[in-house]
């Protein structure tokens, strides 16, 4: 469960949290994953705490607070393709038990590692990368406590990019098919490329989190109020040739603001409760246009000027705001000491508006145009937890998840409709052998109604609506110490996720018209995956040895919901394999580590060329 709707209108299927605080744009995935106090990942719909457009569940980061104490630390990481990595942490007390400072950041830069053979040219899926995060904390009493946080990050270089597969077309009349004759030929090996020298990555995020809390005798209440702006600025090769056909160029500001507030029950007593209410205000600014040097598809087609180097000859630009509300309480009630019961409720409200101004292939002006909606539901959760051991438990849940609808930019596009989720989950979470053993299991079933996908209607990409489809699965968890020295652990699971109904046209056979894709695989969803790991440490009088080795299979994937075999990864494995040296008194270490060493080439994603349009299929 995820998204394919990765514009400003559209929202991730798994919510992305830093510290509590909602992440509304995908590019905060690339948040500084370092200085971590832990991770959270909650599977499956999230109905009540984390409810909104947590339908396939929630990522919540949690950093590392400022402490008491003056200290630090700093990581090298040397790598190939010129890899250098420098990590550090200052940590120090401005007023003892009182006001404390923390700063953590992050410097990253590699070669990368697609060479583009055409002279001059950087290579692709290059790092240039810088995070910064710097904290206060404070708490004189306690009955109070806050903690201000201030995230920094940049992202330039060429950026990632992706692999013509196959030769290029030959001239067969469509659109970018007739550009191709001058083109170098395409290179054989997977790492090697012809592109225009163009590319170029421009990202940026900032924002800061206020974390507020008091500690009264029979409740805590918590504020989380928070700004983020997120940038996002690049210009790729998008005919992925030397030749100038047409270059993609994408622009988007988004600037967020979000307060949620808390109260729960703080007291000791078989009752645990916790309500609240949450708002997020986003105004995003997008431009998006393909244009070229002059000698491309901009000589068959009228151009505008767009404020970019070179005119457009297709695209759009819109200003877009999103105000979501939410009221939210869960109630959990200790029947017993072995039996607990929880319930929940959520309402969300999501309200979008765009100006468009958008160039048409044919048309030689901008036309303007509006677009709006507002989507709204009612997710709950009920579960029980029945902990008939001291060491083991079994729990049951049932829970709604909700994502609201959108609508793409383009003038023929219709709005799509929110996706809704209804789960049920039944496991249990096991230690044995004074915790040298835990195992845990859990099986699932996932109802999904409206699935949004992202297909393509007249050469352009839009959103619709899958009918239902099921997911179903069983999950097997076991860590294990047989000894002091050795740690083992294995991760298996199941699913079976297919379209129960959902009729549509393949843009990539159109001559067979609408079609019963019923019982196809949901995309990029393996039906086996199985994860192994081993770690075995040597002590010694100066420190210890640590070897450990990581071992991933996956079975087959579709990328698509039509499962073409033309757009298909195969099963695959991967290991990773590390060998550490820690010194005795935990002061430094050092390591060295080798990912992929079977060097396969795996693919994340590959799209097919335009049937209308051309161009050649891509994989990346």
């Known amino acids: 469960i995820g998204t394919e709707q990765t514009t400003v209108t559209g929202d991730p299927g798994v919510a992305f949290h830093i510290d509590g605080v909602y992440q509304a744009r995908s590019s905060a995935g690339g948040a500084l994953f370092y200085d971590l106090q832990r991770v959270e990942v909650l599977r499956g719909p999230q109905g009540t705490l984390y409810g909104r457009n947590a339908t396939g569940g929630s990522v919540n980061l949690i950093t590392k607070a400022p ?319 029945w902990f008939f051991a001291d060491d083991s438990m079994l729990y049951a849940s049932v829970s709604t998840g909700f994502k609201s609808g959108g609508y793409l930019q383009s003038r023929t596009a219709e709005p799509y409709e929110p996706e809704e989720i209804t789960a049920w989950e039944i496991g249990s979470k096991n230690r044995f052998f004074e915790n040298r053993l835990q195992a845990n299991i859990s099986a699932y079933y996932y109802d999904y109604t409206d699935m949004q996908l992202t297909t393509i209607r007249d050469a352009q990409r839009v959103t619709t609506n899958a009918g239902e489809s099921e997911i179903k699965g069983i999950e097997i968890e076991l860590q294990a110490r047989p000894t002091s020295a050795l740690d083992i652990g294995a991760t298996f699971a199941w699913t079976d996720a297919e379209f129960t109904e959902y009729f549509d046209s393949d843009p990539w056979n159109p001559d067979a018209g609408v079609q019963d894709f019923s019982g196809n695989t949901l995309a990029r969803t393996p039906e086996y995956t199985l994860n192994l790991s081993a770690a075995y440490t040597w002590d010694f009088d100066p420190g210890s040895l640590t070897a450990s080795m990581v071992y991933y299979w996956s079975d087959e994937v579709y990328f698509t919901a039509y499962n073409d075999p033309r757009n298909y990864q195969d099963s695959y494995h991967r290991t990773d394999a590390r060998l550490a040296f820690n010194s005795a008194d935990s002061k430094w270490y050092v390591a060295l580590a080798a990912k992929n060493l079977e060097d396969d080439e795996i693919a994340s994603q590959i799209q097919l060329a335009s049937v209308q349009l051309g161009g050649v299929d891509n994989i990346q």
Do not use: C, H
Request: charged share 30%; no cysteine.
């Open 67 to 385: 402490e008491d104490t003056l200290g630090g630390e700093a990581e090298l990481q040397l790598g190939n393709y010129d890899q250098q990595r420098l990590r550090a942490v200052f940590n120090a007390p401005l007023i003892d038990d009182t006001l404390l400072m923390r700063i953590s950041a992050q410097k990253e830069d590699r070669d990368g590692y697609i060479e583009n053979l055409t002279p001059g040219a950087d290579d692709i899926q290059d790092v240039d990368g810088l995070d910064l995060r710097a904290q206060l904390a404070y708490g004189a009493t306690d009955a109070f406590d806050a903690r201000l946080i201030y995230n920094y990050a940049t992202a330039k270089g060429a950026g990632y990019g992706r692999k013509a597969r196959g030769d290029y077309p030959v001239d067969s009349g469509r659109l970018l098919d007739i550009f191709y004759d001058d083109a170098t030929p395409n290179p054989t090996d997977p790492w090697k490329v012809y592109y225009n020298d163009i590319a170029d990555r421009d990202n940026k995020r900032e924002g800061a989190t206020l974390l507020l809390n008091w500690y009264l005798d029979s409740v805590t209440i918590k504020s989380i109020t928070a700004w983020q702006d997120n940038k996002v600025e690049y210009i790729r090769d998008y005919d992925l040739s030397d030749v100038d056909i047409s270059n993609e160029n994408n622009l988007q500001d988004s600037t967020q603001y979000s307060q949620e507030l808390q109260i729960s029950s703080a007291g000791t007593g078989p009752l645990e409760w916790i309500a609240g209410l949450y708002w997020l205000s986003e105004e995003s600014d997008t431009d998006y246009w393909l244009n070229d040097k002059g000698a491309g598809v901009s000589t068959l087609a009228p151009t505008v000027e767009v404020g970019l180097d070179d005119p457009a000859w297709f695209g759009n630009a819109s200003t877009t705001d999103v105000d979501a509300f939410g009221a939210f309480g869960q109630m959990s009630y200790s029947i017993t000491d072995m039996l607990k019961l929880t319930g929940g409720l959520r309402y969300s409200k999501d309200e979008k508006e765009s100006e468009i101004l958008r160039k048409g292939f044919f048309s030689p002006v901008l036309a303007e145009d509006e677009k709006e909606g507002d989507w709204d539901d009612v997710t709950w959760k009920l579960g029980a937890d």
